[in-house]
Each structure stands twice: as structure tokens, then as C-alpha cells.
């Protein structure tokens, strides 16, 4: 058998008195360029057949990886929940300027609007198929920009207790570091300064918890009323005194959360491709 296969890597196709004579016989009947197909699938010698007609062999190799690469995931971020996400971010700098100029009316209602385009884009997301992955992160950094700014420039008025505002902030940062973190082991190769930046790139996707939200919730809610305090004349009173330790007591435990459910809390949208 050895010797026949020689005779076929040689592109001599003789009769062989190694070959059986019926397997003889059954190629004698194909032409001649099939006949040596047949030879060589008989002994078991991948072919490729392009360039049998000019009686030329050529092996087939296996691919090295036949596993396919994983591509980016691209997606449109220029719709309407994203723009109305943008407005509030680009009207942080202007609330806590107000709040610094103790101009609390025109802060508050600003602060109120923001809001209800925070309402609006989630509702137009979810119901008129605009959801994307960059939505999902800027929503939540949106807020968070727009609590810290807030929160630092009310504590710097007085409208604020300063424990509450390190708490706060604590987690926000943490939080924040720990986004950046898994956005960069989430990136796959080559892990470049572009295309980590590159927000069409989806890559990861985070999951607030209940806890998270209802956190999220109270701190806007005691951004609005800390506002609204000098406004209508209610600094001191025992409501807002309990929201900050409410809100405060859901901050932690909300930061805590995120920690000991981040395998739950954390998609990392390459993985879920390559299955």
C-alpha cells in the first residue's frame, strides 16, 4: 500500500500489482482525471481537486483554527433616549454653578426637567425599540454625574451633611473604577487606547440591582428636596433629616451589593457571542 500511495503522490496512475484487481477494474471506468480522485480517496490521501485537469496535486491542509474570530459589536448610539441622556449631562456643570450662586429657584427647576427627560428616554427606549448597550451605561453615569455634582456643591452650601456627601461619593467613585476595570478586560484583542474609547464598541453591560435602584431613586429624590429647601422653606425639617440617613443606609448597602453579586451584575457581551 505504501508503494502505491508514492505512485499516486507522483502522479502516476499504473496498474500496481500492490492493487486489488476489482479496485482496478471500478477506476478504469471513470476518466482519466476522475480516476485519480478515485485513487486517492481509496487510499485515504485528502485531495484538493482544482487542479486535477492539468494532473496536479495539491494536499489538503486543515484550517489551524476553525474557530471563528469574535468581532465587535457595533451598534447606533445616535437616537433620542442617548440625546436626552447627553442634555442631562451636559446641564450638570450649570446646576451646580446655580447651587454655588445660591440661585436655588432656577436650579431646582432645571433639576426638574432633567428629571423628566430621565423619565422620558427611559420610556421611549424601552417602547420604541431604541435600547442600546451605550444607553444602558450612560443612563446610570447621567445620574451618577448629576447626583455628585450636587451633592458637592449643596455640602459646600450648608444644604448638605458632609458624611452623607462622602458617602455618596465613596461609592460613586468605586463604582466608577470598577466600570472602567471590567471595560477593559471585556475588550478583546488588541486592547488599544481607541478602541477602548470607542463607545460604539459594546462590550459590556451592567445590571442594577433593586437595591441599587431604589438607592438611585432616594438620592434624587434628596437632591430635588435639598434644592427645594431654601425655595419653600423646609431646611430643617425632620423629613429631609431622615431621607439623608435612609439615603445614606441604602448607599452602603447598595455598594455592598454590587460587590458580593458582581458575577450577576456585570454581562460581558463577548462571551455571550462565542456561545
Not at 33 to 59: C, E, H, V, W
Not at 197 to 213: E, F, G, Q, R, Y
Not at 236 to 258: E, K
Request: glycine fraction near 4%; include cysteine; aromatic fraction near 8%.
Amino acid at each position: 500500500m505504501t508503494a502505491c500511495r508514492m505512485c499516486l503522490k507522483r502522479n502516476i496512475l499504473l496498474p500496481c500489482t500492490k492493487f486489488n484487481s476489482r479496485i482496478l477494474k471500478r477506476i478504469d471506468t471513470f476518466p482519466k482525471t476522475n480516476q485519480q480522485s478515485m485513487g486517492f480517496a481509496i487510499l485515504g490521501i485528502p485531495l484538493n481537486t482544482q487542479d486535477i485537469s492539468n494532473n496536479k496535486y495539491t494536499p489538503h491542509t486543515p484550517d489551524k483554527d476553525s474557530s471563528k474570530d469574535i468581532k465587535d459589536i457595533k451598534e447606533q448610539i445616535i437616537n433620542i433616549p442617548n440625546v436626552l441622556t447627553m442634555s442631562r449631562i451636559v446641564a450638570t456643570p450649570f446646576l451646580g454653578y446655580l447651587v454655588v450662586q445660591e440661585a436655588y429657584t432656577p436650579a431646582f427647576c432645571i433639576f426638574v426637567v432633567a428629571g423628566m427627560t430621565d423619565v422620558l428616554d427611559g420610556y421611549i427606549a424601552r417602547n420604541f425599540n431604541q435600547m442600546t448597550v451605550l444607553g444602558s451605561a450612560l443612563d446610570p453615569l447621567a445620574d451618577k454625574l448629576l447626583v455628585s455634582v450636587l451633592t458637592v456643591t449643596l455640602t459646600m452650601s450648608s444644604l448638605m451633611p458632609v458624611p452623607l456627601a462622602v458617602v455618596i461619593l465613596g461609592r460613586d467613585v468605586l463604582l466608577i473604577l470598577a466600570s472602567l476595570y471590567f471595560r477593559y478586560i471585556s475588550l478583546p484583542p488588541p486592547k488599544t487606547f481607541s478602541r477602548y474609547c470607542d463607545v460604539t464598541n459594546a462590550t459590556v453591560k451592567l445590571h442594577p440591582s433593586n437595591i441599587s435602584k431604589l438607592n438611585t431613586f432616594l438620592q434624587l429624590t434628596l437632591i430635588a428636596s435639598s434644592l427645594a429647601a431654601p425655595v419653600f422653606g423646609f431646611v430643617d425639617h425632620i423629613a429631609l433629616q431622615t431621607l439623608w440617613y435612609l439615603t445614606g443606609t441604602t448607599t452602603i448597602a447598595s455598594g455592598v451589593c454590587y460587590y458580593r453579586n458582581r458575577h450577576q451584575s456585570v454581562e460581558i457581551l463577548q462571551d455571550k457571542m462565542k456561545h
